[in-house]
């Protein structure tokens, strides 16, 4: 990997967060934070990671047209940040990009020729009058003939306007090109065309690509290497097949076993994640997946039956988050009366067999018509205690017997009234690794890095603490 | 159920259903002559490419085609037995979002921004249904329940804006719930999600399912989501059904060379993607017999003569094909396309591989 086309080091991502109408600044969320990857020279690259995940926001700083709050990058050797004047206008020339909608992307009133000659007259590169021929060139290169120049952008379809946009952005030979999201707003059947484009166009230009893009199929397709990203850091670099034929980041195995798949027609072993993408704003400590991970790590000198340990640490989080309270638990007894036909029942419908009382996530229902407040001064502990383990799916007792009598202190305490003494009882006992430090990204194989605790790391070989991999 | 017809009839028989668009360009017969059927408690997917007609099949359903400059010029729709197409406006609002309910692709724009969660919910309960406003709202939390949105109980009083994505399709699909529809009408329900959203979502789908013994119309242009969730499969293309059958069928011998088209265009397939050549044909002036044959790697000069081919037979199971080449062949399948060697490399190199 001698002499990269590009080098981010340690990149974080800031933008400020306000509130009311003059937004003014409160505070930061941080969309990049800490991300460290390399471009070879002629590779394809894939970033992929859920909307929100930041990468969009990272391929914008990447390319400068966003300012870095912290971190170095460095293009063909040279510091990206310092450049400015004829420098930066250089660079720009070498590191062009493409956007998500192809459609936004070109002037209405201008046709496709124009906005693709307009780099080279912003540049001063060739006459008007040999402006035309490199256009028409360019845009035959991209599978258009040369003829679009003279169209306007309502009159090429999607696909058309996608490869219009690559013309653009190829008119000035750079060696770098950056696709966010080059197939998302188009229909099946000219993906795998714009895709073969991409493909080819490095081959021939020699051209290092980087596709941003949320669809796992369009990656494997492209990309020789993967970035997986997770808000705002990267979990998991490597060779794309190794990447999806054995993952090594829980995330990573959830986000390709949610690929659907046509050729592998019936309902494959898929990894479900619990709850939904935390607040950017306010990341989890340590592993910033824990939350969700289905392989989070057990805490040490307890034994916990299969999907125990997850369900108990999903009620730490809700105890954390500040939901684990008298009234939140007396709602969902309420509810539990109405199910039992204690009380009068919820109208109307068919109620679905098998729902009551035990579906997905019943921690707080209260049906109108009863106040949980009223409840909340009437609730027994041993209520409290049936409740929370139902609706944790936690059984009665834990296998464990010192993690049971943390948890039957903790409820005791709900129904007591003492929410916070709950909280830091369940958070001081049911701890994990995973929630106390950041994992260190390490070695997998060659070439293939993730940063989880799972993975076995030899000694203290990797000194990149607190960077993402690579 | 409120009908007397037998259960094993299917819930909803849409019967060369022709829907036009009158535009500056001319008539677009957007659906044209399109057949399918819904069985109770049974899931069938449309799909096909934009432009296929899929949606515009959908809203046709409740009539909910924009009138003008749409308009529904022929075939039938019954629903339970009854022809939905001749039904007056009144009796129309009494099915709609109570026996058949809608769930669209943008859960955003879906939703009113100004009334919360709940007042939504309850608004869709009491159009339909003659209770007290605390029950609508015991209702509006059980449904939100029902559909996996955590805490509902607080929840309910949120606004669009406090939901992510998938959670705001997740409100939709209580309110097109709220109910208790016999059919749900889902079009391109998770294509604004990310993959991971979108596999719960399906969940969700599979769910309610089994649960209220709800019949689902889904309408995707991903095969592999069909793949996930249907029991029957309609593949459409410019308007017209080009194959259709059991899920399994379809995906495991698909039978029409169009239908094999999209499932190797799709990015990710092993051995690389092929991008189908050529775009769907002038939506005003369609050409003469099947209209895929412009796009066709097996096209002989017959698939461009007359009407749209005859449907056929293919295999043991309810699996039919509208394509000329099955003609008197019925029970066998098609091999590769005439002159392998040079068709398939051909179809599939750059040369081919221009959309316009």
Request: hydrophobic share 35%; charged share 25%; with cysteine.
């Amino acid at each position: 990997m001698s002499d990269p086309l590009l080098e981010a080091e340690g990149v974080i991502a800031e933008y400020p967060v306000g509130e009311g109408l003059l937004r003014r600044g409160t505070g930061v969320v941080r969309a990049v934070d800490g991300v460290s990857l390399t471009v070879r020279r002629g590779e394809t690259l894939g970033i992929v990671g859920e909307s929100g995940c930041g990468k969009s926001t990272l391929a914008r700083t990447l390319l400068r047209l966003e300012e870095p709050a912290a971190g170095t990058i460095r293009f063909d050797g040279e510091p990206v940040c310092g450049l400015d004047g004829a420098a930066l206008k250089r660079f720009r020339r070498r590191a062009q990009m493409t956007f998500q909608d192809p459609r936004s992307s070109f002037d209405p009133r201008r046709s496709v020729g124009e906005s693709v000659a307009e780099p080279l007259r912003i540049h001063g590169l060739t006459g008007r009058s040999s402006r035309r021929s490199v256009v028409g060139g360019v845009l035959e290169r991209v599978g258009l003939d040369a003829g679009a120049a003279d169209r306007y952008p309502h009159e090429l379809s999607g696909g058309q306007l996608q490869r219009a946009a690559l013309a653009r952005a190829l008119v000035l030979n750079p060696d770098l090109l950056v696709a966010d999201e080059p197939v998302s707003a188009l229909d099946v059947s000219v993906q795998a065309g714009v895709l073969r484009l991409l493909e080819d166009l490095r081959t021939e230009l020699g051209l290092s690509v980087v596709v941003i893009s949320h669809d796992l199929g369009a990656v494997r397709e492209v990309c020789d290497r993967v970035a997986v990203m997770y808000l705002g850091e990267l979990v998991e670099v490597g060779p794309t097949e190794t990447l999806f034929e054995d993952p090594a980041h829980p995330y990573t195995r959830a986000l390709v076993s949610a690929v659907p798949s046509a050729t592998e027609h019936g309902r494959r072993e898929r990894v479900r994640l619990t709850g939904e993408v935390p607040d950017p704003a306010d990341p989890p400590p340590g592993c910033r997946f824990h939350p969700r991970c289905p392989e989070v790590v057990e805490p040490e000198g307890y034994a916990f039956a299969e999907g125990v340990w997850r369900s108990l640490l999903d009620l730490v989080v809700r105890a954390e988050a500040g939901r684990l309270t008298p009234e939140s638990v007396a709602a969902s007894i309420a509810r539990q009366r109405v199910a039992d036909g204690n009380d009068e029942p919820t109208p109307l419908g068919r109620r679905p067999p098998g729902t009551d009382g035990e579906s997905v996530d019943p921690a707080g229902i209260g049906p109108a018509g009863i106040d949980p407040a009223d409840v909340a001064d009437d609730i027994a502990a041993a209520d409290v205690d049936t409740a929370v383990r139902a609706a944790h799916g936690l059984p009665s007792p834990l296998s464990d017997p010192d993690a049971e009598a943390v948890l039957a202190d903790a409820l005791a305490r709900v129904a007591d009234g003492d929410a916070e003494g709950a909280r830091s009882r369940l958070a001081r006992s049911f701890t994990t690794p995973c929630r106390e430090r950041p994992p260190r990204s390490i070695a997998v194989s060659e070439g293939h890095v993730a940063s989880c605790h799972l993975i076995p790391s030899d000694g203290d070989g990797d000194e990149n603490e607190g960077t993402g991999p690579e | 159920m409120t009908s007397d017809r037998t259960t094993s009839d299917p819930l909803l028989e849409v019967d060369d259903l022709r829907v036009a668009f009158h535009t500056d360009a001319g008539l677009v017969r957007a659906v044209d002559g399109v057949s399918f059927s819904v069985g109770r408690g049974e899931t069938t997917c449309l799909v096909g490419e934009s432009g296929s007609g899929k949606s515009v099949t959908a809203e046709a359903i409740t009539r909910l085609t924009p009138s003008p400059p749409g308009e529904i010029d022929g075939g039938t729709v019954r629903f339970d037995g009854e022809d939905v197409t001749r039904a007056t406006d009144s009796r129309l609002r009494e099915l709609r979002g109570n026996r058949i309910a809608h769930v669209f692709q943008d859960p955003a724009s879906a939703l009113n921004p100004v009334y919360t969660v709940g007042a939504q919910i309850r608004e869709a309960i009491r159009a339909h249904r003659d209770v007290g406003k605390r029950a609508a709202r015991a209702r509006a939390i059980d449904l939100l329940d029902a559909t996996g949105i955590p805490e509902p109980a607080t929840r309910v009083d949120d606004y669009p804006h406090e939901f992510s994505g998938g959670m705001k399709q997740r409100v939709c699909i209580a309110i097109a719930l709220a109910c208790d529809p016999d059919l749900l009408i889902a079009d391109e329900p998770t294509s604004a999600l990310d993959a991971t959203v979108e596999a719960g979502i399906l969940d969700l789908f599979a769910e309610l399912r089994a649960a209220f013994g709800t019949s689902l119309l889904f309408i995707t242009h991903d095969l592999g989501v069909a793949s996930r969730i249907a029991d029957r499969v309609v593949v459409l293309y410019a308007g017209r059904v080009m194959e259709s059958g059991p899920a399994s069928a379809v995906f495991d011998r698909p039978a029409h060379p169009y239908t094999r088209a999209l499932l190797a265009c799709r990015p990710g397939v092993p051995g690389g993607s092929r991008p189908i050549p050529g775009s769907l044909p002038d939506p005003v002036d369609p050409p003469d017999g099947c209209r895929f044959a412009e796009r066709c790697p097996h096209a002989i000069a017959a698939c461009r003569d007359g009407e749209h081919p005859a449907r056929h037979r293919v295999g043991d199971d309810d699996h039919h094909v509208s394509c000329i080449h099955y003609e008197g062949n019925e029970g066998t399948e098609l091999g590769p396309p005439p002159g392998e060697g040079a068709a398939w490399p051909a179809w599939s190199t750059r040369a081919g591989g221009r959309d316009e």
